[in-house]
């Protein structure tokens, strides 16, 4: 099992910055992608950005140029530097690991952006 808390939402202006992270526990060593995804209101959760043991990250063209995802060394913390947020950014937030023929999800945390 692996178990994810995310941290780091909050409220910001458009055109503002949030570092999201994301404390993976357990089984890390088992996991083979990290991933951010979000979900707004009445929409359907959607993928943000993803890293891989071997460094390939993959993003969202909505994200692309202004979102960042990252990991530590030892893949215990996973985070989302987010630059130039705009309104459309405002959803929760969830962490993702992938392991063989298994995921789990954080509890996920609020980005609120304002015009």
Known sequence: QVQLVESGGGLVQA???LRLSCAASGSIISINRMGWY????GKQREL???????GTTNYA???KGRFTISIDNAWSTVYLQMNSL?????????CRSELYLLHY?????QVTVSS
Request: overall charge positive.
């Open 48 to 54: 943000v950005a993803t890293i891989n043991r071997g």
């Open 86 to 94: 705009k309104p459309l950014d405002t959803a929760v937030y969830y």
């Open 105 to 109: 999800w954080g509890q996920g945390t």
């Open 38 to 41: 979000r979900q707004a209101p």
């Open 61 to 63: 063209d909505s994200v």
């Open 15 to 17: 055109g503002g910055s």
